[in-house]
C-alpha cells in the first residue's frame, strides 16, 4: 500500500489517462459481452424456459438497481435522520427540531423558499412571454436557440459566468471587469459588492437559474402552443380579441395541463439546486439552501444526523409536487 | 391536394397577420441579453492575462488583443496535487460514456419488459417507478456511499460484500445509472408502449419469444426515442456536479471538470484568466452536442413533458 503511494506520486497526467480508459474500456467490453451472450444463451433455450427468462434479463436488473439504490437509501436516510451524527444512538425528533430552530438553518429553509416560489414564476412568465411573440413569427429559430443555450451549460460553468457579471472591483482607481458594476456606474450609480450583500445576493443567484430555466420553458410551451388550432386564434382574432386579451383567454387555458407540468418540472429542479450555491458564494452570506446546506452538514461536519434530516426535509417537499404529476398521468391513462 | 395548398396559404397568412414587429423586437432583446454573459466569458477568455484582468471584456472590441495563453496555462500546466485541466477533460469521458449507456440499455429492456409483458401488477409497478423521481439524489446519497465502501451486513450476514471499489469510477457510474433510471423507464415506456400491437402480434405468431422480438422489432424502432434520451443524459452526467464529488471520493484521478471547476473557483476566485478559459473547455463538448443536435434534445424534452 504504501508503495503503491509513492509509486502514485510519479504518474503523469497521461499514465493516468491511460489507466482509466483501460478501465473504461474493459466496463463496456464487459457490459456488452454480458448482454450479448445473456441473448444468445436465453434466445436458444426452449419456449417455456423464455417465459421466465425474459423478466430474470429484462426486468429484474433495473428493478434490483432502483431498489439498492434509492428504496434501501429513502428507508436508511429516514432511520439516520432520527439518530446522532455518528449513527450512533436513536435522538428522536432532535435533528428536526435543529433544523426549525437553529436561526442559520431557517434562514436556508426560508431562501429555499424564495428560490421555489421565484424561479418557477419568473422563468415560465419569461419563457411564456417569448413563446408567445415568436409563436408567429417566421424564423424564430435563432432567437430560441440562444435562450435555450444555457440549458446546455453546466451549473458550475454558468456560476463562472455570472460570477464574473457580477465581479466586484473594490479599489474605486481601477476599472470595473464586472458587467453590472460597469452599467451601474455608466448611469452614474455606486455598485454594491454584488454577491457579499444580503438579501440582494439570493436574488442575483435566483436569477442565474431562471436564465437557465427560462429556454426549457420556451421550448416546451412553444410546441404546446403549435398544438393550438389555428382556427380557434383565427376565430378569436374575428370576434376582435386583441393580441394580449387572445393570450389570456384563447392560448393560456389552451395550454393549461402544458403549464403545469413546466411549472412542477421547474419546482423539483429548483428544490435541488446545490451547484449554483456552491460556485458562487458557497453557501455563505446569508444564500445557502437546503440541497448545499446538506452536502455541508453530511460531508463537511461529517453529521449524518442533521444531513439526513435535511434531505427528508427536501424530500417531503417534493412529494406532493410529484403526487400531482402521478394522479394527472392515470387521470391521462384512463382517458384514452 | 389544392385543399392542402388553400390551408398551407390561409395558414401563411395568419402567421403574416400575427406576427408583430413590437414582439419580435423584444424577443430580439431578451435573447441579446440572454447571450451577452456568455458572450463575455468567451471574448475574455481569449485576452491577455493582464487586459482582463484590469479592464472590462467590453473594451476588447476597441483594443483586440487576442491570446490563447490562457488555454495553453489553463489545459496543459499543473502539479502532481493539481493536475492539468486536460486529464480531467478525460476523466469526463470516462465517466460519461458508461453512465449513458448503462442507464439507456437497462432502461430499454425495464421498458419494453413494462410494457409488452403480461404479468400481475404491471401498471403499479410502473407507477412505484414513475414516483421513484421523488427520491433526490441527496436522499440517496450517505447510505449508497456507505454501501459502496462497507458493502451490506445485517447481523453477520453479508448481502452485498465490500467490493473495495471507492476511489474508482465505479461508483460514479453506478450512482449515474441509478438516479437516471426512473426517468429513462418513464420516458422510453411512453415510446415502447405505443408500437403498433399488431406488428408485436404478428411477429409472435411467426414464434418470435421475447427476445427476438426485442432485438428484431422493439429496438430498431426504438431509436429515435434512444437517440433523443442518449443527449439528454449525456448533458446531465457531463454537467453534473454533486455525483461526481461525492461518489469520486475525492480522488483528483477520476474526478469529472465540474469539480475541477468548482474547486477552481473556491481557491483562486481572482484568477479570471484560468477560470474563464476552464469554464469554456468544459463548456465546449456541451455546447457543441446542443447545437449539432438540438432538434433531438427538444424532442425528448417535449416527450417528457407535453401532453395532448
Known amino acids: 500500500m504504501m508503495q503503491f503511494a509513492i509509486f502514485a506520486e510519479r504518474k503523469t497526467p497521461w499514465d493516468i489517462i491511460g489507466e482509466n480508459f483501460t478501465l473504461l474500456a474493459s466496463a463496456l467490453l464487459a457490459f456488452a459481452a454480458v448482454i450479448v451472450l445473456l441473448f444468445l444463451v436465453a434466445g436458444r433455450t426452449n419456449v417455456k424456459a423464455q417465459e421466465w427468462l425474459k423478466y430474470l434479463v429484462f426486468l429484474v436488473p433495473a428493478l434490483l438497481l432502483l431498489l439498492i439504490g434509492l428504496i434501501y437509501p429513502t428507508i436508511r436516510t429516514i432511520i439516520l435522520s432520527f439518530m446522532d451524527a455518528k449513527s450512533e444512538n436513536f435522538v428522536g425528533f432532535d435533528n428536526y427540531v435543529w433544523a426549525f430552530t437553529i436561526p442559520e438553518i431557517v434562514v436556508v429553509l426560508r431562501n429555499t423558499a424564495v428560490w421555489v416560489f421565484l424561479v418557477p414564476f419568473l422563468s415560465t412568465a419569461i419563457g411564456l412571454s417569448i413563446a408567445y411573440m415568436t409563436d408567429r413569427m417566421k424564423r424564430p429559430t435563432v432567437i430560441k436557440s440562444l435562450i435555450f443555450m444555457p440549458m446546455a451549460i453546466s451549473f458550475v460553468g454558468a456560476g463562472v459566468i455570472w460570477r464574473f457579471v457580477y465581479n466586484f472591483e473594490p479599489n474605486e482607481n481601477r476599472a470595473d471587469i464586472g458587467l453590472l458594476s460597469a452599467i451601474v456606474k455608466f448611469f452614474g450609480g455606486t455598485p454594491p459588492n454584488w454577491l457579499l450583500e444580503s438579501p440582494g445576493n439570493t436574488y442575483l443567484l435566483i436569477a442565474v437559474m431562471v436564465w437557465i430555466q427560462t429556454g426549457f420553458a420556451m421550448v416546451v410551451l412553444s410546441a404546446a402552443m403549435k398544438n393550438v388550432p389555428d382556427e380557434i386564434v383565427e376565430a378569436a382574432m374575428l370576434d376582435g380579441a386583441t393580441p394580449i386579451k387572445r393570450f389570456f383567454r384563447v392560448t393560456i387555458p389552451m395550454i393549461r395541463a402544458t403549464l403545469v407540468v413546466v411549472l412542477t418540472t421547474i419546482i423539483i429542479g429548483t428544490l435541488k439546486v446545490f451547484d449554483i450555491v456552491r460556485t458562487m458564494t458557497g453557501g455563505n452570506f446569508q444564500t445557502n439552501v437546503i440541497a448545499n446546506e446538506m452536502y455541508s452538514q453530511a460531508f463537511r461536519q461529517m453529521n449524518y444526523g442533521t444531513g439526513s434530516a435535511l434531505a427528508i426535509i427536501l424530500f417531503v417537499a417534493i412529494i406532493p409536487v410529484i403526487a400531482y404529476n402521478v394522479r394527472q398521468l392515470r387521470l391521462e391513462r384512463t382517458e384514452r | ?308
Open chain 2, 1 to 308: 391536394m389544392t385543399a392542402s395548398v388553400a390551408t398551407v396559404r390561409a395558414k401563411r397568412r395568419a402567421k403574416n397577420i400575427f406576427s408583430s414587429p413590437i414582439a419580435s423586437a423584444v424577443a430580439w432583446i431578451i435573447a441579446v441579453v440572454w447571450t451577452i454573459p456568455t458572450f463575455g466569458l468567451l471574448v475574455s477568455s481569449i485576452r491577455p492575462e493582464k487586459e482582463i484582468n484590469s479592464s472590462g471584456w467590453w473594451t476588447f472590441f476597441a483594443n483586440p488583443n487576442v491570446s490563447f495563453e490562457n488555454y495553453q496555462k489553463v489545459l496543459f500546466e499543473g502539479t502532481t496535487t493539481n493536475p492539468p485541466l486536460f486529464q480531467f477533460f478525460f476523466n469526463s469521458l470516462a465517466v460519461t460514456l458508461p453512465a449513458v449507456i448503462f442507464p439507456i440499455t437497462l432502461a430499454v429492456f425495464a421498458a419494453y419488459a413494462l410494457a409488452w409483458f403480461d404479468f400481475k401488477g404491471r401498471d403499479t409497478l410502473f407507477f412505484g417507478i414513475f414516483a421513484l423521481q421523488v427520491v433526490p439524489l441527496q436522499l440517496a446519497l450517505v447510505p449508497l456511499l456507505q454501501l459502496f465502501a462497507k458493502g451490506l451486513q445485517i447481523g453477520d450476514f453479508t448481502i452485498i460484500p465490500d467490493f473495495g471499489i471507492t476511489g474508482t469510477y465505479i461508483p460514479i457510474w453506478i450512482a449515474h445509472t441509478i438516479f437516471a433510471l426512473p426517468l429513462a423507464i418513464f420516458l422510453l415506456h411512453n415510446f415502447i408502449s405505443q408500437i403498433p400491437r399488431e406488428l408485436i402480434e404478428a411477429a409472435r405468431v411467426d414464434g418470435a419469444g421475447p427476445f427476438t422480438l426485442f432485438s428484431k422489432i422493439v429496438l430498431p424502432l426504438s431509436v429515435p426515442a434512444i437517440a433523443s434520451f442518449l443527449i439528454f443524459q449525456f448533458l446531465w452526467v457531463w454537467n453534473d456536479l454533486l455525483v461526481g464529488l461525492t461518489f469520486g471520493a475525492g480522488s483528483k484521478e477520476v474526478a469529472p471538470m465540474t469539480v475541477r471547476i468548482a474547486e477552481m473557483v473556491g481557491t483562486r476566485g481572482s484568477g479570471w484568466e484560468v477560470l474563464t478559459a476552464g469554464a469554456f473547455v468544459s463548456m465546449a463538448v456541451p455546447l457543441i452536442v446542443f447545437f449539432a443536435l438540438q432538434r433531438y434534445f427538444v424532442r425528448g424534452l417535449l416527450a417528457g413533458s407535453v401532453k395532448g
